[in-house]
Nanobody, 123 residues
Framework: QVQLVESGGGSVQAGGSLRLSCAAS????????MAWFRQVPGKERERVAS???????VYADSVKGRFTVSRDNTQNSLYLQMSSLKPEDTAMYYC?????????????????WGQGTQVTIAS
């Protein structure tokens, strides 16, 4: 049974930092593209960052230079280090996996999703 379990969300002041984690199980983690998405009510789910099985990373323009995605294939874990947080980063953050080794921006092509972790940034 595939499981993606996010943790690390919370409420911080603008300018602060948070580190999100995603624990994966039930599939061959090391061979999957992994990504972080976020969503606010009334808007489409947006890809924040992705990391391929080879370690290639891609970021949304809005988070470049502030967020860092990483993975630990020995621990079947995905991370998102978020710094210099802004109120507009407030959203539910989701971990997602895709069996196709090519990462993609579209949420529809990802196979598995976590339940999400809320990030709230106060101004």
């Amino acid at each position: 049974q595939v499981q993606l379990v996010e943790s690390g969300g919370g409420s911080v002041q603008a300018g602060g930092s948070l580190r999100l984690s995603c624990a994966a199980s039930g599939f061959t983690f090391s061979t999957y593209c992994m990504a972080w998405f976020r969503q606010v009510p009334g808007k489409e789910r947006e890809r924040v960052a992705s990391i391929s099985r080879f370690g290639d990373t891609v970021y949304a323009d809005s988070v470049k230079g502030r967020f860092t995605v990483s993975r630990d294939n020995t621990q079947n874990s995905l991370y998102l280090q978020m710094s210099s947080l802004k109120p507009e980063d407030t959203a539910m953050y989701y971990c997602a996996s895709r069996s196709n080794p090519i990462c993609n921006t579209r949420a529809q092509v990802y196979d598995y999703w976590g339940q999400g972790t809320q990030v709230t940034i106060a101004s």
